[in-house]
């Protein structure tokens, strides 16, 4: 059964820092491209970064030097560090596993981080 299980969400303050990390299992991770995506309400869920399984790092536009992601293959994990929080960063924060080799994506349940004063 694959889990990806999303942790690390809450309310911080503009300009502030979290960290959210998936937990995964029942994949083989070292081959899957992993990634984060947020929607917020009334928007399209939307990407903002990714790490292939070779390591290369896509960001969205909106997150470029203020996010970075990571992986550990050997943890099985994927984290973003999310720093200079801006209100507009507020979504449920998701989890993805895809392999385009098998043809598989999975998705996590989610972790709320809302960004207020």
């Known amino acids: 059964q694959v889990q990806l299980v999303e942790s690390g969400g809450g309310l911080v303050q503009p300009g502030g820092s979290l960290r959210v990390s998936c937990a995964a299992s029942g994949i083989t991770f070292s081959i899957y491209t992993m990634g984060w995506y947020r929607q917020a309400p009334g928007n399209q869920r939307e990407l903002v970064a990714r790490?292939?399984?070779?390591?290369?790092?896509n960001y969205a536009d909106f997150v470029k030097g203020r996010f970075t992601i990571s992986r550990d293959n050997a943890k099985y994990t994927v984290s973003l560090q999310m720093d200079s929080l801006k209100f507009e960063d507020t979504a449920v924060y998701y989890c993805n596993a895809q392999s385009v080799r098998l043809g598989t994506t999975y998705w996590g349940q989610g972790t709320q981080v809302a960004v207020s004063s």
């Open positions: 790490i292939t399984s070779g390591g290369d790092i």
